[in-house]
């Protein structure tokens, strides 16, 4: 019930075009919904996060789509740069437990 | 200035010793975390304390034992390492009331037992 499912394993996509990595969970408990980005020797940051009180959220060239009643959130990034290459984990947690749930992480490259 | 650090880097040992991985961060928050990452990328929480408390323990072996001697510190001693501890190790923090989907990560130690 904890697990968080994220498709595909990886990507790879020329740039300037849309990345689309979906995650899909089961337990109904969770609140809040982050991605988060690694870069080889780095810890994971946060790139951006949504709560279920809206379907979509877009910071810049990335956007959260959430479907709760599928249980399921995606993220687009738009004009995909070589720089966004790296590993994008999609999270879930809920209020009261102090952690979060990872996703198994996808590999985008971005070809030049 | 580094918001979580840990040390070392990197941990080269032999099966059967103990070590230790230190950590610290100067956010002011509440919360630290243990994440451990396998080969293939996987993130798996390990422990979670809250003001200096154990609040999660996920099925780790009690070889591995956290302590936090302060809201600012977690460390992890791990006893006789096996060649399947080998992973990196993230120190992790955030203020869990207020920014729970916002976890701060140290750079990470990567340990590996031959």
């Known amino acids: 019930q904890q697990q968080v499912k994220q498709s595909p394993q990886s990507l790879i996509v020329q740039k300037g075009g849309i990345s689309i990595i979906n995650c899909a969970y089961e337990?109904?408990?969770?609140?809040?919904f982050p991605w988060y980005q690694q870069f080889p020797g780095k810890g994971p940051a946060l790139l951006i996060a949504?709560?279920?009180?809206?379907s979509e959220k877009k910071e810049g060239r990335f956007t959260i789509s959430f479907n709760k009643s599928a249980k399921q959130f995606s993220l687009h990034i738009m004009d995909s740069q070589p720089g966004d290459s790296a590993t994008y984990f999609c999270?879930?947690?809920?209020?009261?437990?102090?952690?979060?749930?990872f996703g198994s992480g996808t590999r985008l490259q971005v070809q030049p | 200035d580094t918001a979580v650090s840990q040390t070392p880097k990197y941990l080269v040992t032999q099966m059967g010793n103990d070590k230790s991985i230190k950590c610290e961060q100067n956010?002011?928050?509440?919360?630290m975390y243990w994440y451990k990452q396998d080969s293939k990328k996987f993130l798996k929480i390990m422990f979670s304390y809250n003001n200096k408390e154990l609040i999660i323990n996920e099925t780790v072996p009690n070889r591995f034992s956290p302590k936090s001697p302060d809201k600012a510190h977690l460390n992890l001693h791990i006893n006789s390492l096996e060649l399947g501890d080998s992973a990196v190790y993230f120190c992790?923090?955030?203020?869990?009331?207020?920014?729970?989907?916002?976890?701060?990560f140290g750079s990470g130690t990567q340990l590996s037992v031959l």
């Open positions: 956010l002011g928050h509440d919360t």
């Open positions: 337990n109904t408990a969770f609140d809040y």
């Open positions: 992790a923090s955030s203020q869990a009331d207020r920014d729970a989907e916002k976890l701060f």
């Open positions: 999270a879930a947690g809920y209020t009261g437990r102090r952690a979060l749930t």
């Open positions: 949504i709560r279920p009180d809206v």
